[in-house]
């Protein structure tokens, strides 16, 4: 007799993944973050916070591989993120930003979770790119100096959390093999992938921009959470933990925004929460989206501040919305058995 699945769901929502709490890793990041924003906060351009956010996100990147290879990794994915970062802010100079938002935010997820395929990138998957350019397409008044400013900002937070990273000990994970990418990107299993991630934001964006319920990238981000887990029933794990984390901390940005903090108290709960989610987040997903969700929520606070109830209500609908989407796109586009053929005997 076959297990339930909400049983097994509940035993995967019970069980906290293997590994010591590293303090360390979580320290090099929090520091990547907090050091810029700071830095804005001191020259009170907080408006700037998002370019610098998203540079400083390389530190999250290669955590536990040894220190050259985690460096190399890291200047890879700090292209990645600037480059979204720039383009993303380039499109804000367009009068269409919702269209770009959308199709340029779903591009870029797709670019991203292909080159971390090919080089074998640790987390994988195009989310943050997805969330960069998505984000940094918002940008109100934007002109060809912001784009500037969005390059060289992100370019320089970037560098910082790579230095601030090669302190400290090495990691022991094993070198990734290096891969024939040519071979690597003729593979189905990689033009899926490319597909999933396409669609999944695409789609979603698509619907959400259709519904009028603003803020398309959270359901655009969503989609694209369960798409790195390697089984239909994973990603539906994942889904589920993207799910209960977000409400729980929504809870939790319900009741910070409550005391309306400032600019500098949103700064320093942001930082807090970075720090956290790094603790957590290689353990239990759930858990580390109770802290992920304000992280993210606050962040755009410093930004584009808006009434708390519409923050809660849009990012819990968005993210139904897109997890829901996101497990579509994959069911459908889930590898198939093979028909067996029969010969006469």
């Not at 597909?195 to 698509?206: C, D, I, K």
């Not at 606050?298 to 819990?316: C, F, I, K, S």
Request: aromatic share 6%.
């Amino acid at each position: 007799m076959t297990t339930p699945l909400f049983r097994l769901l509940a035993a995967d929502l019970r069980r906290v993944g293997p590994g010591a709490v590293n303090g360390l890793t979580a320290t090099r990041v929090g520091i990547a973050v907090a050091v810029p924003l700071l830095t804005l906060v001191a020259l009170d351009r907080l408006e700037w916070s998002a370019f610098c956010a998203f540079g400083a996100f390389a530190a999250i990147y290669g955590r536990t591989l040894p220190r050259r290879v985690r460096a190399v990794q890291q200047v890879q994915v700090s292209l990645a993120l600037v480059t979204a970062v720039t383009t993303g802010t380039m499109a804000a100079l367009s009068p269409h930003q919702t269209f770009w938002i959308v199709v340029g935010g779903s591009l870029a997820a797709m670019i991203m979770a292909v080159l971390a395929d090919v080089w074998q990138w640790k987390p994988p998957g195009g989310l943050f790119a997805v969330f960069a350019f998505s984000v940094c397409a918002t940008q109100a008044d934007a002109t060809c100096a912001t784009v500037l400013i969005a390059a060289a900002l992100g370019a320089a937070s970037a560098a910082f959390a790579i230095l601030v990273c090669s302190i400290g000990p090495a990691g022991t994970d094993p070198v990734p093999q290096r891969r024939d990418v040519r071979a690597h990107l003729a593979d189905p299993a990689t033009v899926r992938h490319a597909v999933r991630h396409l669609l999944a934001p695409l789609l979603t964006g698509s619907v959400a921009v259709a519904l009028d319920i603003g803020h398309p990238y959270w359901g655009m981000v969503a989609s694209i959470v369960p798409l790195t887990s390697p089984s239909m029933r994973e990603m539906a794990f994942r889904g589920a933990h993207r799910l209960i984390g977000t409400a729980l901390g929504l809870g939790l940005t319900a009741a910070i925004l409550a005391f309306h903090p400032g600019e500098v108290a949103l700064v320093v709960v942001i930082i807090a929460a970075q720090f956290l989610t790094e603790l957590i987040v290689m353990r239990h997903y759930a858990l580390a989206l109770v802290f992920i969700t304000p992280l993210a929520l606050l962040m755009g606070q410093l930004v584009h501040p808006l009434p708390a109830g519409d923050v809660v209500t849009q990012r819990g609908v968005e993210t139904l919305l897109g997890v829901a989407i996101g497990l579509a796109v994959a069911w459908a586009t889930r590898r198939r058995p093979q028909a067996k053929s029969f010969s006469p005997q």
